[in-house]
């Protein structure tokens, strides 16, 4: 699986959109761009997946480069409660993700 | 609520104990995960079981035995643990594929 690097740690105004930096210059062409988060004390939640096209859904979108060496995953509107680690996540197929250190999101009132 | 429950949340047992987790998941999945996150460390793979079958064992020591009786059940069995291997032990489960994973909320270990 290929390295990904992420920020330590970010804050974000609550109302306001978070983006969420991942790079992954490494990254083979086969390999998905995972993107979870886990609050704590609780088990790792997913948020959203892509392999070459943007993604959206309910509760995130994601960016991926043209290059694929770089994403971004965006919160629009973060509240309290997206307070969390996020985590991304290059692989295959295979169901074995590898996490890193994550990036510490704290959305401020 | 997740759809993969783990038992117990929370569990203390000394060097000697023998004790087992336990994760069930009623998600129609065919993949099972346990995973170890440590104090300030990031999440640690341990063991993959796809259709009942175990497909990954990440250099895990024996104190730790799987057991996965169906696709819906997952256990640890823990045997004469140490004090570093209290951590938050975590299952996971997951359709075949480039599906994602759910986990559970985990079961916080201390090994006194």
């Known amino acids: 699986d290929a390295k990904t690097t992420q920020p330590t740690s970010m804050d974000c105004a609550e109302g306001r959109a978070a983006n969420l930096p991942c790079n992954h210059s490494?990254?083979?062409?086969?390999?998905?761009v995972y993107w979870y988060r886990q609050i704590h004390s609780q088990g790792p939640q997913y948020i959203i997946h892509?392999?070459?096209n943007n993604e959206t859904n309910e509760m995130a979108s994601l960016i991926i480069t043209e290059d694929r060496k770089s994403s971004t995953l965006i919160l629009p509107h973060a509240t309290l409660r997206d307070t969390a680690v996020y985590y991304c996540?290059?692989?295959?197929?295979?169901?074995?993700?590898?996490f890193g250190t994550g990036t510490r999101l704290t959305v401020i009132p | 609520e997740t759809g993969v429950t783990q038992t117990p949340r929370h569990l203390v047992m000394g060097m000697t104990n023998k004790k087992s987790l336990k994760c069930e998941q009623h998600l129609g999945h065919n993949a099972m995960y346990w995973y170890k996150q440590s104090a300030k460390k990031p999440l640690e793979l341990m063991f993959v079981y796809n259709f009942k079958e175990q497909t990954e064992n990440n250099s895990v020591p024996s104190r730790f035995s799987p057991e996965c009786p169906n696709s819906s059940h997952l256990f640890l069995h823990l045997h004469t643990l140490q004090p570093e291997d209290s951590a938050l032990y975590l299952c996971a489960s997951s359709h075949t594929g480039e599906r994602p994973l759910h986990f559970g909320n985990g079961t916080r270990l201390t090994v006194t």
């Open positions: 490494t990254i083979s062409g086969n390999e998905y």
């Open positions: 892509g392999l070459k």
């Open positions: 996540i290059v692989k295959t197929g295979a169901n074995n993700l590898f």
